[in-house]
């Protein structure tokens, strides 16, 4: 399905110093990355983000324009082409895609995110040869199935399970909510493989999209996030190749744990892009709608309130630095990932409901675009762990002997 025409374009212009936020210090070529992401999102994703609001689904020349400017490479490593970004670049790049469409970023962010990392961290030289390239182009898309009805924050308890038989494993089991799914070739399954211990005996395998006994259930309708497929994924006696298990047996879990970590990092970095863009509309509307003979931007209620928006975003975004510090010096970070996530997912739920205040009955109308972002971004506070799990990981730390 392709959108009607769209060749008019947005202008973007050269991206203000303020602006840099996480590429700050990262050196030229992130900058210019950002740069040219902006342009990109300014020109072409925001000229099809109604679009893809209204009918749920990316379109082909958008995405051979990504593949193109090598989105689905970023941080898979320069040696199977990709551009190798480190956590940090690619927060930079997760704060950009907050700007615009929140179905495109995802499809981004997942797939150079969770969906990758993996097969970077524990790939062998085969596996890497085998996957990287093709989903550093664009070619095969990537997605990270880990969470089923029973086991959503509880990883442990997954009945997805694996069996070897010669020189295959056999899996079965249905994962839900797959980010990325209808649209995958590539799948990093988790699977029990020894369920007498526990989270210990769970293993990591890549599974392609056209192994026998693996399909791909309908695209969930959702209250946010067009345009990114989320579907279950079934296997029913699923055949996996003995040398698609990723990283040693019964590592699958830990793994998950360490994917999940930076993860969330980089979903508050994308936060703090969508609170940017919230806030820069607000303010635009401050400065131009009149009530009562003066400009909004006069009233000291609305300054407030705009002022406690930007606190929410600046508080957050240290919060993602320190955390990408914390990651980049060799440290686990998952107390300061999980600080970060938690405040800034929270955060930007707040900032949304401060906008849509501000800007009145408009803010509330769909083709005006706020309340699309207020829907988008709720999902944050439950994807890649929920703000109770958060919380639960935070005060578990402050507890330990």
Not at 179 to 188: G, K, P
Request: hydrophobic letters at 40%; charged letters at 25%.
């Amino acid at each position: 399905m392709t959108p009607p025409d769209t060749s008019m374009k947005t202008p973007a212009g050269e991206m203000p110093a303020a602006d840099l936020g996480f590429a700050r210090g990262l050196g030229d070529d992130v900058l210019l990355l950002k740069r040219e992401l902006r342009r990109f999102i300014e020109a072409e994703v925001e000229t099809r983000s109604r679009w893809i609001e209204e009918n749920d689904t990316i379109p082909d020349d958008l995405m051979a324009m990504a593949r193109d400017l090598g989105l689905f490479g970023l941080t898979i490593p320069e040696a199977y082409g990709g551009i190798g970004l480190d956590l940090a670049g690619k927060c930079a790049m997760e704060e950009e895609l907050g700007r615009s469409n929140y179905g495109f970023s995802t499809v981004i962010a997942n797939h150079t995110g969770i969906s990758t990392k993996g097969i970077v961290d524990l790939g062998n030289d085969e596996q890497k040869q085998r996957y990287l390239p093709r989903m550093a182009t664009g070619e095969w898309v990537g997605c990270f199935a880990l969470t089923e009805s029973q086991a959503g924050s509880d990883p442990a308890a997954m009945r997805t399970n694996a069996v070897k038989q010669g020189d295959r494993w056999i899996l079965n089991g249905e994962k839900i909510y797959i980010t990325n799914a209808t649209i995958a070739n590539v799948f990093t399954v988790m699977a029990v493989t020894d369920r007498s211990k526990g989270a210990k005996g769970i293993s990591a395998f890549i599974v392609e999209r056209d192994f026998p006994g693996l399909s791909v259930g309908p695209n969930e309708r959702k209250m946010g996030m067009h345009g990114c497929g989320t579907a279950p994924v079934i296997m029913q006696d699923c055949e996996v190749p003995a040398a698609n298990l990723l990283g040693p047996e019964g590592m699958g879990y830990v793994q998950a744990l360490k994917t999940l970590t930076a993860g969330r990092v980089t979903v508050a970095a994308r936060c703090c892009g969508i609170m940017d863009r919230l806030i820069e509309r607000t303010v635009d509307y401050l400065k131009t709608r009149e009530q009562g003979g003066s400009k909004l931007a006069a009233y000291q209620g609305l300054q407030w309130m705009l002022a406690d928006m930007a606190l929410s975003r600046d508080a957050s975004r240290l919060l993602v630095q320190r955390a990408i510090d914390t990651i980049r010096s060799g440290a686990r970070g998952t107390v300061e990932a999980s600080m970060a996530k938690l405040h800034a997912t929270e955060a930007a739920g707040r900032v949304a409901d401060a906008a849509i205040q501000l800007h009145g009955g408009i803010g509330y109308m769909r083709d005006f675009g706020i309340e699309t972002m207020a829907r988008d971004v709720r999902i944050t506070r439950i994807y890649e762990g929920t703000s109770e799990i958060q919380r639960s990981l935070i005060a578990r730390e402050l507890l330990k002997d």
